[in-house]
Nanobody, 125 residues
Framework: QVQLAESGGGSVQTGGSLRLSCTVS?????????MGWFRQAPGKEREGVAG????????YYAASVEGRFTISQDYAKNAWYLQMNSLQPEDSAMYYCASSRYVGGWNVPGTYDYWGQGTQVTVSS
């Protein structure tokens, strides 16, 4: 059974940092062609935040987080991460990790095969 588990969410003040982790079981991170992070705020659609194509080490970011967020992977720990710096209230959302066996649109939810349950990030002003 494939499971993705996010951790590292919490409450921070504006300008703070958090590091989200996504740990997988039932598959290996190395078997995935695409790893991503999405977020969804109440009343809004799920949006892609960051994507990573491991084979080419190519990363993509939403314009709203470019320069502040960094996606990375650690095959030894069967995990990937989202380092979030200079957090703003508008970053508040439920954050989800996802992975895909195949390449596709990094910010398209339908691309992904597996999803975590989410971890809440709240940024107060």
């Amino acid at each position: 059974q494939v499971q993705l588990a996010e951790s590292g969410g919490g409450s921070v003040q504006t300008g703070g940092s958090l590091r989200l982790s996504c740990t997988v079981s039932g598959i290996t991170a190395a078997s995935q062609s695409l790893m991503g992070w999405f977020r969804q705020a109440p009343g809004k659609e799920r949006e892609g935040v960051a994507g990573l194509f491991p084979s080419s080490h190519t990363t993509y970011y939403a314009a709203s987080v470019e320069g502040r967020f960094t996606i990375s992977q650690d095959y030894a720990k069967n995990a990937w991460y989202l380092q979030m710096n200079s957090l703003q209230p508008e970053d508040s959302a439920m954050y989800y990790c996802a992975s895909s066996r195949y390449v596709g649109g990094w910010n398209v939810p339908g691309t992904y095969d597996y999803w975590g349950q989410g971890t809440q990030v709240t940024v107060s002003s």
